[in-house]
C-alpha cells in the first residue's frame, strides 16, 4: 500500500505547540477587520457575497464551492502566517520548516516537563543532565565546589574564586548543541605562559565572575550566552574545602588528596563547618517535583552537597520523589569494597538525615571481563538488598551501562533518565 504523504504546512497542527489558537484569533480578526472596513465604504460585502455564491451554486454544488474557498483561504493564510513569523524570528534554521516545527514542539514540551533538581557534581553529574534535558527544561543542578586539583584548583588558588570545572561540565551537558560547546569548553592551552593546562571552559567562567561578581552570577549570564536549558548553581559561595577523616586517625586536607591519601575513610567534612547554601538552590529544592542524588564521586562529589546544613534539611522536608543513582564500580581511595548499602548508609550518615530517599537505582548488568577494573582495585558495587529494605529504600534496578569499543563500564545518559523518569511516574501513581 502506498504509504500517504501529509503536506509539511499540517504540521503546525499537530498538539502541543500552542499555535492553533492564535491561527482561530489571526483568522477571526482578519474577517472581521476585512467586513467591518467593507461595511465602512457602504460595500455591502454580505450582500455581493451571497448573490455571487448564489450564482456559483447554480453550476457548482454548495459543499464544493464551499471546500474549495475554505481550502484556497486556509492554504493563504497558513503560508502567510508561517512566513510572518519566520521573518520576526529570524532564526538561524527558519528555512527549514521541519527543524523549527521540531524545535517548537521540543521546547513546548519540555517546557511543561518536571522540576527536578539534580545534586552532585564531576561527571557523574553532567552525564544525567545529558540525559534528563531530553526530558524537561525545568532542571536545576546544584553542583558541590570543593574542587581544589587542576585547572580548577590553580585557578581557585591563584584568584580566591570557586572552581570552575564541575560547574562548567554541567553547563556543557545542558547546551543545545553539547558537542560543540564540549569540544570549545574542553579546549586545554598546551603552552603559553600562565596559560598552560587550562582550559577555555575555566578561563571564560573566571572571567564571568570578575565581571559579574560571584560565581553564581558568572554561571547565570554564561547560561544566557550558550543558551543551556534549566539552570546550574553552585551548592554555596563560601570558599568551602573538604577534609577527611580516615579510620587510622589521619586527617588529609583537600578534595584532590583524599582518594590518594589510602585507607578507609571515617568521616568527611568541610571548612568552614557552617556554609551557607545559594538561597536560589534552597527555593529550587523547596519547588521540585523529583530531586536526583549521584551518581559520582560518593565522598568528593555527591557528599559534600549534603555537608552544608541547609541543603540537607530541605532535601528532608521536601514532598518531592527522591532517588539516589548509586555508582557501578567502587572507587580507590572512597568506596573500596562498598556495598550499595554501604553508599546509603555514608550518605545518611553525614546528611544526618534517616529517611533521605526513596529510592536507589542501581545496575543490574555487569560485564564478564572486569580484568581492565580489577587491575586498577575496582569492583562492581554488590547489591545487598537485605541491607537495603532495613533502611526503609526501595530498590530499582535497570540496565544503566552504555556499551562502548575500550571495554569500559560507564553509565548511559539516555538510560539513567529513561530509568528514573519511570521510576517517578509509577511513584506518582502510589
Known amino acids: 500500500m502506498k504509504k500517504l504523504k501529509m503536506p509539511k504546512q499540517i504540521g503546525w497542527l499537530i498538539p502541543g505547540l500552542q499555535v492553533k489558537r492564535w491561527f482561530a484569533l489571526i483568522l477571526a480578526g482578519t474577517v472581521l477587520m476585512t467586513i467591518g472596513i467593507l461595511i465602512l465604504f457602504d460595500i455591502k460585502p454580505v450582500f455581493y457575497t451571497m448573490q455571487f455564491?448564489?450564482?456559483?451554486?447554480?453550476?457548482?454544488?454548495?459543499?464544493w464551492l464551499a471546500f474549495g474557498i475554505i481550502m484556497i483561504g486556509a492554504a493563504f493564510f497558513f503560508k502567510g502566517w508561517q512566513k510572518t513569523n519566520?521573518?520576526?524570528?529570524?532564526?538561524?534554521?527558519?528555512?527549514?520548516?521541519?527543524?523549527?516545527?521540531?524545535h517548537l514542539y521540543r521546547r513546548r514540551k519540555l517546557n511543561r516537563g518536571p522540576r527536578i533538581v539534580a545534586i552532585g557534581g564531576g561527571t557523574g553529574l553532567s552525564m544525567l543532565l545529558s540525559g534528563i534535558k531530553n526530558i524537561t527544561n525545568n532542571i536545576t543542578a546544584i553542583v558541590s565546589v570543593g574542587d581544589d586539583g587542576g585547572s580548577s584548583g590553580r585557578l581557585r588558588e591563584e584568584l580566591e574564586i570557586l572552581p570552575p570545572g564541575d560547574i562548567r561540565h554541567c553547563m556543557t551537558a545542558l547546551a543545545d548543541d553539547e558537542n560543540l560547546i564540549n569540544d570549545l569548553f574542553k579546549y586545554r592551552f598546551k603552552n603559553g605562559e600562565g596559560l598552560e593546562g587550562h582550559s577555555f571552559g575555566n578561563l571564560f567562567l573566571t572571567a564571568m565572575c570578575d565581571i559579574t561578581g560571584d560565581m553564581a552570577s558568572a554561571v547565570k549570564a554564561s547560561a544566557n550566552v550558550l543558551s543551556i536549558r534549566g539552570r546550574v548553581l553552585p551548592a554555596t559561595l563560601d570558599d568551602m574545602k573538604l577534609v577527611a577523616e580516615m579510620t587510622d586517625g589521619r586527617i588529609i586536607h583537600g578534595e584532590s588528596n583524599i582518594p590518594e591519601a589510602g585507607g578507609k575513610i571515617k568521616r568527611l567534612f568541610s571548612e568552614p563547618s557552617d556554609c551557607k547554601a545559594l538561597p536560589e538552590a534552597i527555593d529550587a529544592i523547596r519547588h521540585a517535583e523529583l530531586i536526583i542524588l549521584g551518581p559520582g564521586s560518593l565522598y568528593t562529589s555527591v557528599i559534600p552537597n549534603l555537608l552544608i546544613k541547609e541543603i540537607s534539611e530541605e532535601v528532608a522536608k521536601s514532598n518531592a520523589k527522591k532517588i539516589y543513582v548509586c555508582n557501578i564500580m567502587t572507587q580507590p581511595g572512597e568506596s573500596d569494597d562498598y556495598s550499595v548499602s554501604d553508599h546509603l548508609k555514608a550518605l545518611i550518615t553525614h546528611s544526618g538525615v534517616e529517611k533521605l530517599v526513596d529510592a536507589i537505582l542501581v545496575n543490574n548488568n555487569i560485564p564478564e571481563n572486569l580484568d581492565k577494573y580489577k587491575e586498577q582495585g575496582q569492583y562492581p558495587v554488590i547489591l545487598d538488598s537485605a541491607e537495603i529494605k532495613k533502611l526503609g529504600v526501595e530498590i530499582y534496578a535497570k540496565n544503566l551501562i552504555e556499551p562502548n569499543k575500550d571495554g569500559l563500564i560507564r553509565h548511559s545518559s539516555k538510560r539513567v533518565a529513561h530509568s528514573v523518569y519511570t521510576w517517578f511516574k509509577k511513584s506518582q501513581k502510589k
Open 53 to 63: 455564491i448564489s450564482k456559483i451554486a447554480n453550476t457548482i454544488s454548495t459543499e
Open 86 to 102: 519566520l521573518s520576526i524570528l529570524d532564526m538561524e534554521y527558519s528555512r527549514d520548516n521541519d527543524v523549527l516545527l521540531e
